[in-house]
């Protein structure tokens, strides 16, 4: 059995991507500072699987507590989520954001490096391609300078990858870009948690169909798209997840030169920020009070996947509905705010 640490396993896109390589037959570490996630998901990937998944309280920056997970696990590869990731905070705390993001990333390659190296997935995201000129986006579609210190940070640890890879014959290394992640596991034992108001469109929605919050707001409805709301591919979280199984699949087998591959990891359909408000609405049967109020600062038109490379090189494909998702979604903050 192969063993695969995930670096900030306890969070929302780690949970999943845990239970997916389980159920795939990798043995999971998981290591999380715990900053900005708690241990309930990890309490549902164990219900979920059955399986106890050793777990380590560190912060992935301190080279000492990342080097006794390797000398108590022989780990095989790993995969790094443990990352800062609100946009607007990474504006007002650069510093924050670059010290954690690169270091994280960087020890964890060293770490790697001492120990025989391994297979790497890096979780890198569609912000890295900005407002891109053609659309869809394919991997070799140009990125553009990055607007906040966040989205550098993924260019950054994407190149760093890239030139480890390259100096370092023990590494294998895949950079998934993620487009939009939402929804939640079926069994509505795992899902997203985010802390205080949520910056992201669907919990935000859940939230206010659960009455957390009065309303949503939709941040624009002056876009050159047919709504005038903005465009984005929304991926569901367990088929993201499954995504990551390919992408080690591929490192431990059928690449040829044993370069660090990039994969758009979407579903390669756009949907309008009403259209999703109205699919949660008539999916789950719930209001969701929303006004439409100006642009967000940062954000971009339209942005959608190509996916073709994944689905033929990595042979991995979304395919659950957008419905099934949103319902998902709503049944897992059901569950957390304990409403029938
Ligand atoms: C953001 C990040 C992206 C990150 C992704 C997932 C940027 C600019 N954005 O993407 O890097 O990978 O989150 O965490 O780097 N919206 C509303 N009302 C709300 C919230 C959102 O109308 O309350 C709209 C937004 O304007 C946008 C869409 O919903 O058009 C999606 O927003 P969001 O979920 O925040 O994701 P992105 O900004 O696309």
Redesign the pocket.
């Known amino acids: 059995m192969k063993n695969i640490l995930i670096t900030g396993g306890a969070g929302f896109i780690g949970s999943h991507t845990a239970v997916e390589l389980i159920e795939a037959g990798y043995g999971v570490i998981v290591a999380d500072n715990l900053s900005n996630a708690d241990t309930t998901c990890l309490e549902g990937v164990e219900k979920i699987t059955g399986q106890k998944v050793p777990f380590y309280q560190i912060d992935c920056c301190k080279k000492e507590d990342l080097r006794k997970i390797f000398t108590e696990n022989r780990i095989d590869g790993a995969i790094h989520f443990a990352a800062f990731?609100?946009?607007g905070e990474s504006v007002e705390k650069p510093l924050m954001y670059y010290h954690n993001n690169l270091l994280s990333f960087i020890t964890l390659l060293e770490v790697m490096v001492e120990n025989n190296g391994g297979a790497v997935v890096f979780s890198s995201?569609?912000?890295v391609y900005g407002q891109p000129d053609s659309l869809p986006v394919t991997e070799d579609t140009p990125r553009k300078p990055a607007?906040?210190p966040?989205?550098n940070t993924?260019q950054i640890c994407e190149d760093i990858l890239m030139d480890a890879v390259k100096a370092h014959p023990c590494l294998k290394g895949v950079i998934l870009r993620?487009?939009?992640?939402?929804g939640a596991h079926p069994s509505a034992l795992i899902g997203e948690l985010p802390r205080g108001v949520?910056?992201?469109?669907?919990?935000?929605?859940t939230q206010t169909a659960a009455r957390l919050r009065e309303e949503?707001?939709?941040?624009?409805n002056d876009y050159s798209t047919s709504d005038g709301?903005?465009?984005?591919d929304?991926i569901d979280i367990v088929d993201l997840a499954a995504a990551h199984v390919s992408a080690l699949e591929r490192m431990t087998g059928h690449n040829p030169d044993g370069s660090c591959e990039v994969f758009n990891i979407g579903t390669g359909k756009p949907i309008s920020?009403m259209e999703?408000v109205e699919k949660f609405t008539e999916v789950n049967r719930v209001p969701v009070r929303?006004k439409i109020?100006g642009?967000?600062e940062?954000?971009?038109e339209a942005?959608w996947a190509d996916t073709s490379r994944a689905n033929k090189v990595l042979r991995w494909k979304a395919s659950r509905s957008v419905e099934q998702t949103l319902a998902n979604a709503w049944a897992w903050e059901k569950k957390l705010r304990g409403i029938n």
């Open positions: 990731k609100a946009v995201s569609a912000t607007e906040s966040y989205g993924k993620y487009f939009n992640p939402i949520p910056n992201n469109l669907v919990p935000f929605i949503l707001r939709i941040f624009g709301t903005a465009l984005r929304y920020v999703l929303y109020t642009r967000r940062g954000d971009v942005v």
